[in-house]
């Protein structure tokens, strides 16, 4: 894949979009347009359409974003380890592909899922493709 042209995707996305994809922000709690959706498809990344998660994984987690308790394939993201909030460390999650933040992956809560992960993900990184029927 050729790098990513930031003003082309600085112009295509929103700005909140962008923020969040290119510059690690976070959209608010509850706001996202995934965060409840049971709609069956596939999650891709919003900046280079990289197929991420699966609506087989998504789950509802309470916390505010969509959450899924695993990626479609272990090379779909990378993982990085997160210390802005120190002494708190996270585990940050980015697309593999262009280096996209999306959100942070979290282990050990204690949620009703089969790895014990729940990957916190902003709905503004993600692009829902429906499964056709």
Known sequence: MKPINEDEL???LDPLSYAV???GATERAFTGEYTDTDTIGS???KAC???LFSSETKFHSGCGWPSFYAPTADDAVTLIEDRSLAPRIRTEVRCAKCDSHLGHVFSGE???VPT????CINSVSLV???KSN
Not at 116 to 119: F, I, L, V, Y
């Open 49 to 51: 359409d990289n197929v």
């Open 128 to 130: 829902l493709q429906e």
């Open 21 to 23: 994809l290119r510059e």
């Open 110 to 112: 204690g949620y009703d």
């Open 10 to 12: 600085k112009a295509r």
């Open 43 to 45: 999650y891709l990344c």
């Open 116 to 119: 014990d992960e729940r990957w």
